[in-house]
């Protein structure tokens, strides 16, 4: 039979109510009967009753995570780093995929507020009206990891998107390429890989050079999506260097060219973004812009678990540092 409330009470020759405070990390208990508790505790394999526990604190110790296409590489580092800081506080994690469709964004959304979670970080790939409204409807605290919205209504953790899309064109740019094609969201979305676009035509502007529309191509991330740009591109321009929103858009804009007998860095410069473990090892290796994705992660569960409980935020808008990693896909 498991062990109870009671049984460590009676092991470690306190209260049950002193026990109920250990638990629930109140302070009023000294350091010598804590320990007691908690040898008790490890000494039954005792494990509390969440339901219990739940509904005494109003709080049920679990986090919801919501991904938009959990297939991605980019995502499952930053659950890692979310997932990790949540087990050091105790915290269990709800992860759910929506395939980055709105309805069953929304759907999710609601389903995390029935299982009562604590809190929710939020990773989307459009960050829409709808969904700001019903997280403020069910008063869900919320953080908001790779994006964040103006005015700083949500906590964040991101980079500077437009700035490091700038520094990948700009580079390429600075490689003597003068037609520089771009593959990646539409502009008008409301997230941050979206602001990758803007980031791409003001290098090009800033340069002396023309936005050329036959040179972009708007779909999604993922590696049909950088062949099939590749291919549209193609069609009626020539390129020297294509900058890419993701490094799986990167690695199948790569294979696009290779069908094309096209020479990926000789005669197309090829840059990703986020640097996932893959770009390390595709060939050729990527050159690409590094997000820390593991800590975007950890800091944002930071984040939403001082928030969960009340507790004041250093900062309510992270923007975490990026980096330029040369590898093989942009000539030397």
Same mark, same amino acid.
């Given at each position: 039979?498991?062990?109870?409330?009671?049984?460590?009470?009676?092991?470690?020759?306190?209260?049950?109510?002193?026990?109920?405070?250990?638990?629930?990390?109140?302070?009023?208990?000294?350091?010598?009967?804590?320990?007691?508790?908690?040898?008790?505790?490890?000494?039954?394999?005792?494990?509390?009753?969440?339901?219990?526990?739940?509904?005494?604190?109003?709080?049920?110790?679990?986090?919801?995570?919501?991904?938009?296409?959990?297939?991605?590489?980019?995502?499952?580092?930053?659950?890692?780093?979310?997932?990790?800081?949540?087990?050091?506080?105790?915290?269990?994690?709800?992860?759910?995929?929506?395939?980055? &469709? @709105?309805?069953? /964004?929304? +759907?999710?959304?609601? #389903? %995390?507020? !029935?299982?009562?979670?604590? *809190?929710?970080?939020?990773? =989307?790939?459009?960050?829409?009206?709808?969904?700001? &409204? @019903?997280?403020? /409807?069910? +008063?869900?605290?919320? #953080? %908001?990891? !790779?994006?964040?919205?103006? *005015?700083?209504?949500?906590? =964040?953790?991101?980079?500077?998107?437009?700035?490091?899309?700038?520094?990948?064109?700009?580079?390429?740019?600075?490689?003597?390429?003068?037609?520089?094609?771009?593959?990646?969201?539409?502009?008008?979305?409301?997230?941050?890989?979206?602001?990758?676009?803007?980031?791409?035509?003001?290098?090009?502007?800033?340069?002396?050079?023309?936005?050329?529309?036959?040179?972009?191509?708007?779909?999604?991330?993922?590696?049909?999506?950088?062949?099939?740009?590749?291919?549209?591109?193609?069609?009626?321009?020539?390129?020297?260097?294509?900058?890419?929103?993701?490094?799986?858009?990167?690695?199948?804009?790569?294979?696009?060219?290779?069908?094309?007998?096209?020479?990926?860095?000789?005669?197309?410069?090829?840059?990703?973004?986020?640097?996932?473990?893959?770009?390390?090892?595709?060939?050729?290796?990527?050159?690409?812009?590094?997000?820390?994705?593991?800590?975007?992660?950890?800091?944002?569960?930071?984040?939403?678990?001082?928030?969960?409980?009340?507790?004041?935020?250093?900062?309510?808008?992270?923007?975490?540092?990026?980096?330029?990693?040369?590898?093989?896909?942009?000539?030397?």
């Amino acid at each position: 039979m498991a062990a109870s409330i009671k049984d460590v009470a009676r092991e470690a020759g306190v209260s049950i109510a002193t026990v109920s405070r250990v638990l629930n990390n109140v302070d009023v208990v000294n350091e010598d009967t804590k320990k007691k508790v908690q040898d008790a505790i490890k000494k039954l394999s005792y494990r509390p009753n969440i339901v219990a526990r739940s509904l005494k604190t109003q709080k049920t110790k679990t986090i919801g995570i919501l991904v938009p296409d959990v297939s991605n590489q980019f995502y499952p580092e930053v659950v890692r780093g979310a997932e990790d800081v949540a087990n050091i506080y105790d915290y269990n994690i709800i992860l759910c995929n929506s395939d980055s &469709d @709105l309805e069953k /964004e929304k +759907e999710y959304i609601r #389903v %995390l507020k !029935e299982k009562m979670v604590d *809190g929710m970080l939020y990773m =989307s790939s459009s960050l829409e009206g709808e969904i700001l &409204d @019903l997280i403020d /409807e069910l +008063e869900l605290k919320t #953080v %908001l990891v !790779e994006t964040k919205i103006s *005015g700083g209504k949500l906590p =964040s953790v991101t980079i500077d998107n437009k700035k490091a899309a700038y520094d990948a064109t700009k580079y390429l740019i600075d490689k003597g390429n003068k037609k520089v094609a771009y593959i990646g969201l539409k502009k008008d979305r409301n997230n941050a890989v979206s602001k990758r676009y803007n980031g791409y035509e003001k290098a090009l502007k800033d340069s002396g050079m023309e936005v050329d529309p036959g040179l972009v191509y708007f779909g999604d991330l993922k590696p049909a999506d950088g062949y099939n740009g590749i291919n549209v591109i193609l069609e009626n321009n020539e390129i020297d260097a294509v900058f890419c929103a993701s490094d799986e858009a990167a690695m199948g804009a790569i294979n696009a060219l290779r069908d094309k007998g096209l020479r990926c860095p000789e005669d197309v410069d090829v840059m990703g973004f986020n640097d996932v473990n893959m770009a390390a090892v595709f060939y050729p290796k990527l050159t690409t812009i590094a997000q820390p994705m593991y800590d975007m992660g950890s800091v944002g569960m930071r984040m939403l678990i001082k928030a969960v409980n009340n507790k004041p935020l250093e900062d309510n808008q992270y923007v975490l540092q990026y980096y330029l990693v040369e590898r093989d896909s942009v000539k030397k």
